[in-house]
Nanobody, 123 residues
């Protein structure tokens, strides 16, 4: 059974940094692309970043690539999202998700989801 667990969220001041982790259980972590998404209250879930199964390719939502870095360690079955220069607009629940099929930023294409971790940026 596949299980994804996010951690590392919290309350941070404007300009601060956080590193989110996504710990996966299941035999096939190194075969999955991993995406990070976020959802703010009253808004749709939005794509943040994706990393390929090997870690060799990364993709970011246009506004994120200067401040966010996605990475993974397949030996630890863990993916990460390093965030810096956080802004109040970054406040949201952040989710990691595993994609077995074709690479995509569409949340409907993802097969497994974690429960999310709250990130709150105070001004």
């Amino acid at each position: 059974q596949v299980r994804l667990v996010e951690s590392g969220g919290g309350l941070v001041q404007v300009g601060g940094s956080l590193r989110l982790s996504c710990a996966a259980s299941g035999p096939d972590f190194s075969n999955w692309d991993i995406g990070w998404f976020r959802q703010a209250p009253g808004k749709e879930r939005e794509f943040v970043a994706l990393i390929s199964w090997s870690g060799g390719e990364t993709y970011y939502a246009d506004s994120k690539h200067n401040r966010f870095i996605i990475s993974r360690d397949n030996a630890k079955n863990t993916a990460y999202l390093q965030m810096k220069g956080l802004e109040p607009a970054d406040t949201a629940v952040y989710f990691c998700a595993a994609l077995v099929g074709d690479r995509s930023g569409d949340p409907d294409e993802y097969d497994y989801w974690g429960q999310g971790t709250q990130v709150t940026v105070s001004s």
